[in-house]
């Protein structure tokens, strides 16, 4: 069946994607009042970062993260996500705040990063040698460059009516598990129109690219650097890459859940000659978990990645293999800093229309050539997506990227008829983006930065402290805040607990967690 045939098929059972789940992962860097990364250590007030469910920490103890737990609908996540970081802003210190961009403030060197700790258990000792790693592979720099996931699922229920019409003789689980490899792969060649639409980080720092390598960059003013055309430089050449795992070989291959799986794993069970020379220890220190190309599956940045539940005790790549696919994280999303929230509902609506889209196209398996596709079209819309005529290939041939981009909308529209009204008024609002390149985030803040004579750092300061004082004058959610002060308490009496628990000194923790891979 052709996607139009899917959608008319599926409407009787339109009722059953109000099962699907959703979620939001928020990151953002802790920022000084003069302007800089904080020094401070994660608040105390926030709890313990190694098991808080909610409010935790990425690359560096500066680098926030806000979690919701999987949610019903877009007004859940979004009202759990705002009481959250209005909670943050309460126990932030007063002369900290929370930077509302995905790329970072300004940077003094790598020396004033300081990488994310988790205490003296086993398990929060890897996580900081895992970070140190990435430090020490990658530099630091390039790991305070934040983002959102939006993480996605589709109800048991859907799928089995979805399998009864498509594939009956198929069980759910294998069934499951194609579909949102299927999916996968449509995020990655549609991947463009994510950057395309909501990227809004076309400017940085220069203290960010201080000693770098080349770069096509232009100076905006004496403080910043940008592309005029570009949507989001974090996902291009100076944003996340995993350059190095390229060139040995090491690619993320989505044409089944059993080639994802060993691609990485064959990744993370092949020594770097690049990574030897760094060395496991110095002076007794760990440098890095191992010398392997991949450290840990995480290592690998991709925009997509299919997910396994969050509860399960086993290691990643283990539980999708022994319990297949529960939900997909979309990774590739910019913090929109002219947004409180850095996202709204409209934007989550057509995020939903776009999952729905990218499940039920076809979606066939990638060739090496398609890859390579895949990857000039990404790079040329981080860098140039707003650029008049910009073409991108499609199906081998070169297209308007406008002429493209409607092209696909179309099928998100009729995808976005099966979840409502509003998904298809939200779907219609974005899509006017395609229209006029003058409306995607990139282009505004541009606009707005010339228009106020700001450079990237005081633009995004300012927006910074609106949204302070939006969140500091919204009445509490007392409920919200209780339980936050409660997951707090918690957290930190998991963590003494886990430690306690250590049975093995970390030499012999690392070597049994490895022994099997």
Known sequence: MNIVDKIHALKPYASLLSGNLMGIEKEGL????????????????????????????????????????????????????????????????????????????????????PIAQYGSSNQGRMKTVYRHGLANRYGSVMQTIAGIHFNYSFSSDFFEAYRTLNAPNVTLREFTDQSYMGLTRNVMRYGWLITYLFGASAAVCKSFLKGYREHSLVEFNDSTLYEPYATSLRMGDIGYQNLAEDEAGVKAN?????HYIHSLKSGMQTSCREYEKIGLKQQSQYQQLNTNILQIENEYYASVRPKPSVVSDKKPLDALQEDGIRYIELRSLDI??????GIDQTQVYFLEAFMLF??????????????????????????????????????????????????????IYLCAELLGSDYQQAVKQIGRRFDSSDLTPSAIALSEMKDRNQGFFDYINSLGKQHREYFLANEIDQAHFNYL??????????????????????????MDYFADE
């Open 254 to 258: 989505y044409n089944s859940l059993g």
């Open 336 to 341: 929109n800093p002219s947004l409180p929230l």
């Open 30 to 113: 802790r920022v000084s009042r003069e302007g800089g990364i904080s020094q401070e250590s994660h608040p105390k007030s926030l709890g313990c970062a190694l098991t808080h469910p909610n409010i935790t920490t990425d690359f560096s103890e500066s680098l926030i993260e806000l979690v919701t737990p999987p949610l019903c609908n877009a007004d859940e996540m979004l009202s759990f996500l705002s009481k959250t970081q209005q909670y943050l802003y309460h126990y932030l210190p007063k002369d900290q705040s929370f930077w509302p961009a995905s790329m970072p403030c300004v940077i003094r060197g790598e020396t004033y990063i």
């Open 358 to 411: 990218c499940l039920l196209e076809h979606s066939p398996v990638i060739s090496s050539r398609e890859q390579f596709e895949i990857d000039n079209n990404d790079q040329l819309v981080a860098h140039e997506g707003r650029k008049p005529d910009l073409k991108l290939i499609y199906q081998s041939k070169p297209v308007l990227l406008q002429s493209l981009g409607h092209l696909v909308m179309d099928k």
């Open 485 to 510: 002060d409660q997951q707090a308490k918690l957290s930190c009496v998991e963590q003494a607990e886990i430690e306690r628990a250590d049975h093995l000194n970390f030499d012999e923790f690392l």
